[in-house]
């Protein structure tokens, strides 16, 4: 069956601190560096759990796509703020129900996130019905953007993605149950760790 590999990018200042970064690049701290060399080492190759053999398997298409589809949240005026300073600013606030303004809203993250997500079952199903491209997608995101794909994945509002913790340079795994891409499950949650 075809999976998807959520990986979200490793270690930042602003992700150790709790800054919310949408659209600002930073770089990767030392630590972040490492621990994302050390994990592709561990996951990634022939036989091991990403086979790039089963990413792509036809020279026509390429071994990646980069993408603002898969960008984090944008956070708008919300950008760089730590949550206490977006709570002195708006108290009660939650960007599972509020959004940001500024940036996007819960609806337009939404709609963002099932657009992709109906990109990758489309990509699936061309796989297991006519044999196109290859069987596994890995999409490297971000951690509000993997957990909301979480949550719509398996059909279940944004707001659950408050539930599920995607740490820096960690691994989410999914599969379908037998051959229906229709509703998508989530069989085997695996967060890999170097400890």
Same mark, same amino acid.
């Given at each position: ?17 709790? %800054?919310?970064? $949408?659209? !600002? ?6 630590? @972040?560096?490492?621990? #994302? /060399? *050390? ?49 002195? %600013?708006?108290? $009660?606030? !939650? ?6 303004? @500024?940036?996007?809203? #819960? /609806? *337009? ?87």
């Amino acid at each position: 069956m075809p999976r998807l590999f959520l990986i979200r990018h490793g270690e930042t200042e602003w992700s150790v601190n709790g %800054r919310h970064t $949408g659209r !600002t690049d930073i770089p990767l701290t030392p630590k @972040g560096e490492q621990e #994302t /060399t *050390e994990k592709a080492a561990q996951l990634v190759g022939e036989g091991k759990v990403i086979d790039p053999r089963n990413i792509c398997t036809l020279p026509a298409l390429p071994s990646h796509v980069i993408t603002e589809s898969v960008r984090e949240w944008d956070y708008g005026e919300y950008e760089g703020l730590l949550s206490p300073e977006i709570q002195a %600013r708006n108290p $009660g606030w !939650t960007i599972w129900k509020d959004g940001c303004p @500024g940036g996007e809203s #819960t /609806t *337009e993250m939404c709609f963002r996130v099932d657009t992709v997500i109906e990109q990758v079952r489309e990509y699936h199903r061309k796989w297991l019905e006519k044999g196109e491209g290859s069987r596994d997608v890995v999409i490297v995101a971000h951690g509000h953007f993997n957990r909301v794909l979480i949550a719509r994945w398996i059909n279940f509002p944004l707001s659950l993605g408050t539930h599920f913790n995607v740490e820096p340079s960690g691994l989410q795994s999914s599969q379908y149950p037998r051959t229906r891409i229709e509703r998508a499950e989530f069989i085997r949650a695996c967060w890999v760790r170097l400890d």
